[in-house]
T-cell receptor, first 114, second 105 residues
Framework: EPEVTQTPSHQVTQMGQEVILRCVPISNHLYFYWYRQILGQKVEFLVSFYNNEISEKSEIFDDQFSVERPDGSNFTLKIRSTKLEDSAMYFC????????????FGNGTRLTVT | RKEVEQDPGPFNVPEGATVAFNCTYSNSASQSFFWYRQDCRKEPKLLMSVYSSGNEDGRFTAQLNRASQYISLLIRDSKLSDSATYLCVSGQLIWGAGTKLIIKP
């Protein structure tokens, strides 16, 4: 069964540094997403991406964040100038379409900002 | 503000029992709903979509009540492996905080 893959599984960075989280969505999916889950808290939507542009973003997704699909397979989340409160699990997901389609998640990247 | 509310639990249930979760949503325009399960420190995995007519998948039954704006999940003959957090989702963007289920032998 095709799956979403994320790398790295764990990223440790110092406060103020930039990190790039990588994802390879399922190949025939058209919509891509990033979610965040702080330890012990709910899953939070960050951004959705379709047709090489952001289709929707949450209040969390401010200027510190950006997404990119640099080639036909990778989907990246860049966090500039990381803060301690950015420490969380970051999940990438993809779906066939929006709204009525379930999400397929990657295993997540655990980001630890020290 | 669009929200999904769930009882956080935990629900401590003996193996073999039936357990039910409810979830309420605030956006009456929501069209699609899902139940996901999440094991500790793992990614959410789709359990089932929720249809207006109700749907069943083995031991699991999901119901949608649009008039009262709530969604339910029923698990029959619970197994130890059902222990997890169950997440109610409206569309793809609005997530409940989850209900933790612990099945005891």
């Amino acid at each position: 069964e095709p799956e979403v893959t994320q790398t790295p599984s764990h990223q440790v960075t110092q406060m103020g540094q930039e990190v790039i989280l990588r994802c390879v969505p399922i190949s025939n999916h058209l919509y891509f997403y990033w979610y965040r889950q702080i330890l012990g808290q709910k899953v939070e939507f960050l951004v959705s991406f379709y047709n090489n542009e952001i289709s929707e973003k949450s209040e969390i997704f401010d200027d510190q964040f950006s997404v990119e699909r640099p080639d036909g397979s990778n989907f990246t989340l860049k966090i500039r100038s990381t803060k301690l409160e950015d420490s969380a699990m970051y999940f990438c997901a993809s779906s066939v379409d929006r709204g009525n389609s379930p999400l397929h998640f990657g295993n997540g990247t655990r980001l630890t900002v020290t | 503000r669009k929200e999904v509310e769930q009882d956080p639990g935990p629900f401590n249930v003996p193996e073999g029992a039936t357990v039910a979760f409810n979830c309420t949503y605030s956006n009456s325009a929501s069209q699609s709903f899902f139940w996901y399960r999440q094991d500790c420190r793992k990614e959410p995995k789709l359990l089932m979509s929720v249809y207006s007519s109700g749907n069943e998948d083995g031991r699991f039954t999901a119901q949608l009540n649009r008039a009262s704006q709530y969604i339910s999940l029923l698990i029959r003959d619970s197994k130890l492996s059902d222990s997890a957090t169950y997440l109610c989702v409206s569309g793809q963007l609005i997530w409940g905080a989850g209900t933790k289920l612990i099945i005891k032998p």
